[in-house]
């Protein structure tokens, strides 16, 4: 595929409806990135991180920032097609020192949404509102497939909320949802996922207080972060860094004063998320989720 029709591809949110779709997107995508762009710019200040610049075809446009450490290319890509798959329905028989198989999770997830998210960069400056809604949306459908592909039972959509006075049902309220996970038709895990937490966190952590609060119950709240990055300007023309948008103080504020999330995922986990006392407490990879947390939660 060339740029274009790889534009074409994922702005058709109906080509993304089983995670082999997102697989076969992902590899069509690094093939292209392999000898297909105009150039790749190294981060100034966090040399981990890279910019691809598209030709002509894509507008000279320059992509999100993306994790060298963490995105596959073209000549490793395999792990995504042969091995990705089999360790995600394994995962929950992972040790804690199984890097090698915890690794192939963090990174796979990451590189398909980087995937469509670079893609989804190739589009005219005019509808960057259109691409953040659609990468958005794919991240949301993604993790959502791959909950199911472990065999739970996750979906998105309304909910009513009873409210509850003294033990009593008063009413109901409507509340909608990125992520629902049941057993035996049971409510058990409310979650949000989100591309970045930048302008959304206050909102995840309001959900729980009030849902709590309303419900009379402790349903366990969750939300699953792709990162926490974003493209920066330097003082040198086409020289670009990043900048980190978590508000750590937001969140620390939040867990001890509000009510604390019952567990915090990030595919690229920022380095304060791991020295921070507080925070690691909190906030973990994207493998803990699947290799540690989930039958927990659902049990719960």
Avoid at 83 to 93: G, I, M, P, V, Y
Avoid at 186 to 211: A, E, N, P, Q
Avoid at 225 to 252: C, M, W
Wanted: hydrophobic share 35%; proline share 3%.
């Amino acid at each position: 595929m060339n740029l274009s029709d790889l534009v074409a591809f994922v702005t058709d949110k109906t080509n993304f409806l089983s995670p082999k779709n997102y697989l076969e997107f992902s590899q069509r995508y690094l093939d292209f990135a392999s000898s297909g762009l105009q150039a790749t710019i190294i981060s100034q200040n966090e040399q981990n991180y890279c910019f691809f610049q598209y030709r002509q075809d894509g507008f000279f446009n320059i992509t999100r920032p993306l994790n060298a450490d963490l995105m596959y290319s073209a000549e490793n890509s395999a792990i995504l097609s042969e091995r990705f798959l089999d360790t995600l329905q394994n995962a929950k028989e992972l040790g804690e020192t199984d890097q090698t198989h915890r690794t192939i999770i963090r990174n796979s997830i990451y590189t398909i949404q980087q995937t469509i998210g670079a893609t989804l960069d190739a589009l005219p400056a005019g509808q960057s509102n259109t691409a953040r809604k659609i990468n958005w949306d794919l991240f949301e459908r993604l993790i959502r497939l791959l909950i199911q592909e472990v065999g739970i039972d996750c979906r998105s959509g309304v909910i009513n909320a009873p409210v509850i006075v003294d033990g009593v049902e008063q009413f109901a309220m409507s509340y909608q949802h990125d992520l629902l996970l049941f057993q035996d038709n049971h409510l058990k895990v409310i979650g949000s996922v989100k591309t970045s937490s930048k302008d959304r966190l206050d909102k995840i952590f309001m959900d729980k207080f009030l849902y709590s609060r309303l419900t009379e119950t402790t349903t366990p709240h969750i939300a699953i972060f792709l990162n926490d990055v974003q493209r920066k300007k330097t003082k040198h023309e086409n020289q670009y860094g990043i900048s980190a948008t978590f508000l750590p103080g937001h969140f620390k504020g939040y867990t001890v004063k509000l009510n604390p999330l019952d567990g915090v995922y990030y595919c690229d986990i920022r380095p304060n998320m791991t020295s921070d006392n507080l925070l690691k407490a909190y906030i973990k990879t994207i493998d803990s989720l699947f290799c540690n947390d989930l039958q927990g939660l659902i049990a719960s």
